[in-house]
């Protein structure tokens, strides 16, 4: 048999979340939905996203003639941001009560990681996106992790420290004039308007992450190399050092690190770490995980 259970996998972000449906004998199906983030959003928007992707499914089994609801999924694995406890129990409920004859696993986003990172042997995994996050991982459960702490006070190699550290630096004059013109006319943006962005205005973290193309597009002027190269190290020492496993491969997932893999290769190398698997996207990989 292609696979011995009917499976739903499900890698979701706080914007975006991508579900796989694995079936006996067929092709894969793909859907893409809302990011859904259980610290952040109520049971009703869950129980609405979840409840499209089951019509959905449901609408392909009527395609192949078995319209019934144990034929969606025996098996739900679902990967994501904010599936901490207490918070995850709203994301379990809404999937028991849309599947109800699957048994249902609501795991975090960085357990996800580190199963499409490792697979089933020891490692290194990170988060390098709009935030950050690592751990060390046995082959089959997180047995430690470094907390980010978040942007303000942590979350080093992120996305948004990363547009912090750049807007920082281009106000404080550290960049030159040449790339500070360019970075305003880049986002026609002045001095309050990053104030206000960054101090009154909500979600500053998204904000300054979307500050990241201006990296890519300069990363090879000095300073702006320099810049990636001093907060992927900060990343390597504030967090990998601390599980005191440079033997163990470090491997990435988020756009960040796919993003500028050349500049986090060269921290690694600097900090005396082995870089693994760098992946945009976690989730192929996690259902070649589930595959087995």
Request: proline share 3%; with cysteine; glycine share 10%.
């Amino acid at each position: 048999m292609y696979f011995c259970r009917m499976k739903l996998i499900v890698d979701s972000g706080s914007t975006k979340a991508t579900w796989i449906w694995l079936r006996q004998g067929l092709d894969e199906v793909k859907v893409d939905t809302l990011g859904i983030n259980p610290v952040r959003d109520d049971a009703e928007v869950i129980g609405q996203i979840v409840e499209n992707v089951a019509a959905t499914l449901m609408s392909y089994a009527a395609m192949q003639g078995k319209p019934d609801v144990k034929q969606l999924a025996q098996e739900i694995y679902f990967y994501g941001a904010g599936c901490i406890s207490p918070y995850k129990e709203v994301m379990s409920a809404a999937l028991m009560r849309c599947f109800p004859h699957a048994d249902v696993y609501v795991e975090s986003d960085l357990l996800g990681a580190a199963r499409a990172l490792c697979g089933r042997e020891e490692g290194i995994a990170c988060i390098l996106g709009t935030g950050s996050n690592s751990c060390l991982y046995d082959g089959e459960k997180i047995v430690a992790n470094v907390s980010p702490l978040g942007w303000v006070l942590g979350d080093e190699g992120s996305g948004a420290v990363l547009g912090r550290t750049l807007v920082g630096d281009l106000l404080k004059g550290q960049l030159g004039e040449e790339l500070k013109t360019a970075f305003f006319e880049r986002f026609a943006l002045t001095q309050t308007d990053i104030i206000d962005r960054v101090y009154r205005q909500p979600l500053p973290n998204r904000f300054l992450a979307s500050l990241v193309p201006f990296l890519v597009e300069h990363r090879e002027e000095e300073g702006i190399h320099e810049l990636l190269v001093n907060s992927f190290c900060a990343f390597f020492r504030r967090n990998v050092a601390a599980y005191g496993r440079r033997d163990l491969p470090v491997g990435f997932v988020g756009g960040v690190a796919a993003q500028f893999e050349k500049e986090l290769r060269e921290s690694a190398d600097i900090e005396y770490f082995i870089v693994g698997d760098i992946e945009k996207m976690p989730i192929t990989k996690m259902v070649a995980f589930h595959r087995t």
